[in-house]
């Protein structure tokens, strides 16, 4: 998450036209316990949510490809 560059952007609200990537388990979901989350939801600690907006599809892949990279 800390690695993902424009044209994605870390957000909490999935209402929007940019593409966005969530750390589900520290922002929408937060105020849940882990163990319902991750047993009744299915989202664990590393579950990352992304949207996919309006961008040129080719910058959308590439800071994909390059967070990814950094794993």
């Given at each position: 998450?800390?690695?993902?560059?424009?044209?994605?952007?870390?957000?909490?609200?999935l209402?929007?036209?940019?593409?966005?990537?969530?750390?589900?388990?520290?922002?929408?979901?937060?105020?849940?316990?882990?163990?319902?989350?991750?047993?009744?939801?299915?989202?664990?600690?590393?579950?990352?949510?992304?949207?996919?907006?309006?961008?040129?599809?080719?910058?959308?892949?590439?800071?994909?490809?390059?967070?990814?990279?950094?794993?």
């Amino acid at each position: 998450m800390d690695t993902v560059k424009r044209p994605w952007t870390l957000y909490g609200n999935l209402g929007a036209t940019e593409s966005i990537a969530t750390a589900c388990a520290v922002m929408t979901h937060a105020n849940m316990i882990p163990e319902d989350r991750q047993v009744v939801l299915g989202i664990s600690d590393g579950f990352i949510h992304i949207s996919v907006g309006i961008e040129d599809p080719e910058d959308l892949m590439l800071g994909l490809d390059e967070a990814l990279n950094q794993l």
